[in-house]
């Protein structure tokens, strides 16, 4: 329900107070003003000026926006403290407290209309739904707030779009997601808007599904867009995460040393902006770094530490993606059952909605475990599950290498003609990873000329 600011609520305000206060409408008036101008003002006939509206706030002992809305003093500054507090709470610590203080915020936004402090509140809530794997929930949060800076410049969306684009990466929806950045750094170029803060934003967002897609050499381009970027931007939190996104790149270039680097740069700028959520996804991702060289004891330190500091949020989402990696170190180290363990129980909590492509490690691993056993029955029905969730969310990297285990398990059991059917659509996937669902590469930005330079 909003608040009726016409003449005849206020009118019914000042009568309120004025009787609250046991004063007359000459003694409220006087000396400026008479008592027909309130009785005026009192039965809606009229609107004060603004002269009118703070000599009569000063008399009944109220605040003149009090006065003139019915909003508590000070509310607004009140809730933008909240909203503070909401936001450190998002960042460093848990994240259903974070998520009733933006709620708070936001029903007094709507409730006050004030309408500034409602798209950084539905953000808010996005992202705390985000970390808690409530996707659908997420989306109409960030779907909320687009709308409601429909009429601000892109950059001021550029949050809200990220933070759509997410929900569907999280879903497997990998080419709207990237269709959904891509449109919005275009247009951010077609405009002329060289904002480094919205760019990177999104740059560092798009790396994800490209990688996911196969799509390593957009991934790297776009990286390197966003690294070029990044001394111009105002915000360290992002730089902090293009240099987490950019590591993923650099891991599928095998460039281990500068991984180490890249990680290392966003883990400082994570510690000292206290920012516990990322700062575990920093060890997340050196712990899949030391279980790709093989370091496996390094491996589960690090992802069980990754693990403890998401969960200490109430981060589940991204808790059970951790797990599947966990498991593949498990699995790794000779601890098949607690390894599906864990896997079983992930995808009892995840569902293949609410991450298709994490789904579809688990149900690989727990393939790989079945084979291990002996149980080829077992592990076909894994992969087949894996693959047909892979394919709807268009991750090729991942599918050549399922179609290469399904093929093989295929070849073995005396299915010839399956292997080579399997076989071959892994090879189209490996061939051009990325191409056949992406469209062309957004313009690259027109970047400030360095200092003492001239544009050409």
């Known amino acids: ?66 006065l003139a809305t019915g909003r508590p003093a000070h509310l607004a500054a009140r809730l933008r403290l909240t909203l503070a507090e909401a936001q450190a709470e998002l960042a460093t610590g848990d994240v259903e ?15 006050e209309e004030l309408t500034a402090l409602r798209p950084a509140a539905l953000l808010g809530l996005g992202e705390c739904a985000l970390e808690a794997g409530r996707l659908d929930r997420a989306r109409d949060h960030f779907e909320q707030a687009e709308r409601l800076l429909a009429d601000q410049p892109l950059p001021a969306r550029a949050a809200a779009v990220r933070g759509r684009a997410v929900t569907h990466l999280l879903a497997g929806e990998l080419r709207y997601s990237c269709y959904l950045l891509e449109t919005a750094i275009d247009q951010l170029g077609a405009a002329g808007l060289h904002d480094p803060d919205a760019l990177l934003l999104l740059y560092s967002a798009v790396i994800g599904p490209y990688m996911d897609m196969g799509a390593h050499a957009r991934a790297a381009q776009a990286a390197e867009l966003a690294l070029a970027l990044a001394p111009d931007a105002t915000d360290p939190a992002l730089v902090a995460h293009l240099h987490r ?31 516990t959520g990322d700062l575990a996804k920093c060890h997340w991702m050196r712990g899949y ?5 093989d370091d496996l004891p390094s491996a589960e330190a690090e992802l069980r530490t990754a693990r403890a500091m998401l969960a200490t949020r109430r981060a589940e989402l991204f808790t059970h993606q951790i797990d599947v990696e ?69 991750a090729a990297g991942d599918l050549a290498d399922l179609c290469r285990l399904l093929g093989d398990l295929y070849r073995r059991t005396g299915r010839t003609e399956l292997a080579l059917d399997v076989y071959r659509t892994g090879l189209g996937h490996r061939a ?11 313009a690259a930005p027109v970047l400030p000329a360095p200092a003492g330079g001239h544009q050409p």
């Open 1 to 66: 329900m909003t608040e009726d600011h016409g003449p005849d609520e206020f009118g019914r305000r000042l009568q309120r107070l004025r009787h609250a206060k046991g004063l007359t409408q000459r003694a409220l008036a006087e000396p400026a003003y008479t008592a027909a101008y309130v009785s005026t003002l009192e039965a809606g006939r009229a609107r004060p000026s603004d002269a009118a509206l703070k000599h009569l706030a000063a008399r009944l002992g109220v605040d003149t926006d009090e």
């Open 97 to 111: 407290l974070a998520a009733r203080r933006f709620a708070e915020v936001l029903e007094h936004a709507e409730r």
């Open 245 to 275: 996104s950019v590591a993923r790149t650099l891991i599928a270039e095998g460039r281990t040393a500068e991984v180490d680097r890249s990680l290392a740069k966003a883990q400082e700028l994570y510690q000292r902006l206290r920012l």
């Open 289 to 293: 770094v030391h279980a790709q060289a």
């Open 326 to 394: 966990l498991a593949d170190v498990l699995r790794r180290t000779g601890r098949p059952a607690e390894a599906a363990g864990l896997l079983t129980t992930l995808l009892d909590a995840i569902g293949s909605e609410r991450g298709a492509v994490h789904a579809a490690g688990a149900h690989r691993l727990l393939g790989l475990l079945a084979e291990d056993a002996g149980d080829s029955a077992a592990a076909e029905e894994h992969w087949v599950r894996a693959l047909s969730l892979l394919e709807r969310a268009g």
């Open 432 to 442: 051009a990873p990325g191409t056949t669902t992406l469209g062309p590469a957004p």
